[in-house]
């Protein structure tokens, strides 16, 4: 529930590590309902996956925060590859376009896992805005102290 509160947090920010470890908790998530719904066919699971989404968009948000970026692209960005894509594709393989896109249409539910997985390496990669870096030792003087 924490990172679903971060989507209504407009100031907080998120470091590097506190992002890896929401993200890995949350996909942990993601994976035990579905694991649950294949083997005990489990209700509501899907409220899980949800949950879970809106978690990964309110660290992504933050995580955008903390790198100077705006806040509401990366939530836009995380419920759209995670939501809006699925719907879309779904939509377009009900439609009837061929009967064949239905066989294919469980390779696009790993489409946008595969998208999001660049989302968050770029995101969690990126250095946080006012982050200092450690300043470069020139070599003469590191000679000189040796």
Known sequence: M????????PLAKVRRL?????IAY???????????DMYYHGHYT??????????MAGAVGARFL?????R????????????????????????????????????FANVPAMVLVVLFAVTGS???QGATQPAPVPIAAASAAA
């Open 18 to 22: 506190f992002f890896w470890l929401l």
């Open 46 to 55: 899907w409220i899980v996956q949800y949950i879970a989404d809106i978690g």
């Open 72 to 107: 509401w692209l990366g939530i836009v960005t995380t419920l759209g590859i995670a939501l809006a894509f699925p719907c879309i594709a779904l939509a377009i393989g009900t439609l009837g376009v061929h009967a064949a896109f239905l066989s294919t249409l469980p390779w």
């Open 2 to 9: 924490l990172a679903v509160a971060l989507i209504f947090r």
């Open 66 to 70: 903390d790198i100077g970026w705006r």
């Open 26 to 36: 949350l996909t942990a998530e993601k994976l035990g309902g579905t694991v649950y």
């Open 126 to 128: 990126m250095p946080s």
